[in-house]
Every structure is written in C-alpha cells, then in structure tokens.
C-alpha cells in the first residue's frame, strides 16, 4: 500500500490540482455559440472501416519511411505519439481533405503526417502556432535536438508547397482568417479555456462535412496511460459544448490496431461530429 501511495502519489497530487484548475476554468468562461450545421454526420463515420481498409496501408508504408529518414523515429517530447500519427495519417488519407489546419505544430511530427497523407488526395495544410516553430535559435526543434527544422523537413520531404506555417494564437488566426477548412486537428494549448474558445471559433472555419479532431481527449477525465497522467483540460471543454449543443457528439477513438505509447494501444484523439436530425 505505502509503495503504492509513494509511487502514485505525485501524479494523484498533480491530477488533483489540474482537475481543480480546469473545473475552475471552464464554469468561470461566458457561454460561446457553436456553429454546429457543417460538422460530418457522425453515421458517415466508420472508423474501424477506415483503420482496416487496405486503401492507406501501401503508401502509409512508403510515407512512414520517408518521415523516419528526416524525422527518426523516436517519440519526441511534446509531438503527437507515433501510433496516433498513424492514426492521423489514415484518417486523411481517407477522408481526402483539401484543406486542413492544425493547431500546435510544435516540432512537426503530426504534420508531417499530415502533409504526407494530403498528398494522395490533392490537399494543403495551414498549421499555425503560437511560436515560431522554424526560429533557428527558439525553435523547439533545436531543444528536441532534431536536425532541422518543420520547414525544413517538410521541404525534404517533397512537401513544401503543401504547408503553410503561421505563428500566431490558435484564436486570433481562427477569428482572422477568411480560409476554411474540411479538417482542423486541435492539439495547441490543451486548457480547458482554450479548447472552448477554440472549438467555437473553429466551427465557422469548417467547410460542410467537416470534422474537428482534438488531441488529449481523456474520456471522463480518467487515465489512459499506465503513467497515470490526466489532461483535464479538452476533456472539461467538450463535455460543456455538449451540454450547451447538444446536437454536437463527441466521437473518443478509443483503441486502436496498433501500438501508441507505453505499451498501449490507447489513444487520446477524439472527432467532433454532429448527430444526425
Ligand atoms: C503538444 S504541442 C503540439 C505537438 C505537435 N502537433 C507535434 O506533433 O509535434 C502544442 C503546441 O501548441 C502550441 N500552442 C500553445 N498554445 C497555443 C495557442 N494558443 N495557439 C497556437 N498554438 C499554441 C505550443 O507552442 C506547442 O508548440
């Protein structure tokens, strides 16, 4: 019991403190509206049809190789865990976007996911950032101790023209912009305050059929990693857009076919659909 308690502890303290944190946050945020009418009809989703189908899984072998050789393939601190890339990579190779912005490029391993997979369907991707992932100096790549930087790499990968970068906050770009999109990956500051905001500023960026798909979603707010670990804060979010449109369903992707971290198959990643009428 006492090795128990010493071991698991620190994380309880932590998780309690967030928990409390991200509670406090949410109930003090004026209510937003959420343009919920282009969101992807959540029947149309077949997702298990989507990670089984042999359509991806050939050039998902080519890509893969091709991002390792720049990339490595080590799980990075702070980038999108290798089996959620995966992920990521099948369901936009199968959905087709042309167009796609993620929030929080950081060190780039989702988006060079992202840009690989776009290829096979004619898409682009904005992904914007809060810093400037490709300074030279403050660049997160550089801390990560990769070569070269997102842009860089994407150019080495033959897919400069097919991403966009901008350092600019997840919310003043989405409030900007006159783009819109048929993908938007969430995965920036993951606060329960941010993700509100930027779920409600995200909608009227989507084109019809649309889908958002958010990072480090923790159903019920419970753990999903034997580490223990709980990120509150998208979890908060979308549990209060639900209650206030509850038109809007939230879709956890639950396990996947293969590996994603600590020896699990668990993942974070979760899509915002609509129900149907
Ligand atoms: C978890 S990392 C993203 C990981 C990235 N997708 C990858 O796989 O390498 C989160 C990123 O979001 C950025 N970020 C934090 N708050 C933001 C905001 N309000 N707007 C835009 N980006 C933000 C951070 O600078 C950080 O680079």
Redesign the pocket.
Known sequence: MRALLQRYAPMLLINAFRNLRDTGQIAALPRQSFAADNLRPAGTLDLNTIFSSPGWQDDWLVDHAAVCDVFGEKN?A???NPGD?RAIYALIHSLKPQSLL??????????LYIARALKHGGGKVTT????D?NDPYTG?WRSSELPNS?AQMAEQLGCADRVAFVA????S?LKDTAETFDFI?L????SAR?VYE?VAAALPRLREGGVILL??YYPQGRALFPDGNIIYGPFRAIDRVLKENPQINVLPLGELPWPTKQGSRKTSLALLTRKER
Do not use: K, N, W
């Open positions: 990075l702070g980038g999108v890339r993620e929030v929080g490029t950081h060190i780039g391993a989702s988006m914007v950032d809060i810093c992932v997160a997102p600019q906050s997840s919310i770009y990956f995965d920036g500051d993951h941010s930027e990072h480090d």
